[in-house]
């Protein structure tokens, strides 16, 4: 075999072993579906307010400790650290959590330690009792059970 020759077989080998990398790293960090024992049920989602909307549920205890804090202030009505921000209407520009009359959503900070200002983590509130969690700023929606 010609040194060529070796030389453009060794360079189809490593490309052959790179995608095939890629591809086997790809599965392993995005399962198809998650574990049945971690998956919620179909019943549980509907016990969560807002467990329909088709956004994950996730523990109020797993989403960081400002958030427990700031959803007891919301539950015991304040005092809020941004008196002119916390409590008022959020208006679902992003279009992320279900689409509702004006004046359905409230909004509050989840300060952000080290931050100099009010952040980006919001609890959002519903009429309905639900509570979701975004950790930048409405890009993203988690809902949140309060009970665990």
Do not use: C
């Not at 921000?85 to 004006?102: M, Y």
């Not at 509050?108 to 952040?119: H, I, K, L, W």
Request: charged share 25%; aromatic share 8%.
């Amino acid at each position: 075999m010609s040194p060529g020759r070796r030389l453009t077989v060794a360079l189809v080998g490593l490309i052959a072993l790179v995608v095939v990398g890629w591809f086997v790293k790809d599965t392993a960090s995005n399962p198809e579906a998650p574990p049945a024992s971690t998956a919620p049920s179909a019943s549980r989602l509907a016990e969560v307010p807002g467990g329909k909307s088709g956004l994950d549920v996730q523990a109020l205890s797993k989403l960081p400790a400002e958030a427990a804090k700031t959803w007891k202030l919301i539950e015991s009505k304040g005092p809020f650290p941004y008196p002119r921000n916390d409590g008022v209407t959020f208006q679902n520009r992003e279009k992320r959590l279900p689409a509702k009359e004006s004046g359905y959503y409230k909004e509050y900070t989840v300060p952000t330690p080290g931050s100099p200002d009010r952040g980006a983590r919001r609890i959002v509130t519903g009429s309905e009792e639900e509570v979701f969690y975004t950790g930048d700023h409405y890009s993203t929606f988690v809902v949140v059970d309060v009970t665990k």
